[in-house]
């Protein structure tokens, strides 16, 4: 398993799609394609949601009947944990990457 996210999609996908019909033409497949992605986007029940769909889950928070989740960030650029002196060895690493012509010294 390399991607839940991606092989989870690949499933759903190959099931509603791809298994379900007999295509003649690409522009069938890709005129079904678009009609799933916007159904599966907005209509389609979601279990992270409280099995709202993404459309009814926003309009249950706007209403007030739903309160909204709060995410944690996905995604971090730095860490508090870094100190000066990682900061600064990375800084370097980097510059020494951009311009190779420095010496290794400059690591120390």
């Known amino acids: 398993m390399q991607n ?24 069938e497949v890709r005129t079904l394609s678009e009609e799933w992605i916007q159904d599966y986007n907005h209509y389609h029940p ?33 860490h508090s944990s870094f100190n000066n002196n990682t900061n600064d060895q990375v800084n370097i690493l980097t510059s020494n990457i951009l311009n190779p012509q420095k010496s290794s010294s400059d690591l120390s």
């Open 4 to 27: 839940g996210y991606v092989e989870r999609f690949n499933r759903t996908y190959r099931e509603d799609i791809l298994d379900a019909y007999l295509f003649e033409s690409i522009k």
């Open 46 to 78: 979601d279990g992270s949601l409280h099995g709202y769909s993404p459309v009814s889950y926003r309009h249950a928070v706007e209403s007030g009947k739903l309160a909204a989740r709060n995410y944690p960030a996905e995604f971090t650029t730095c």
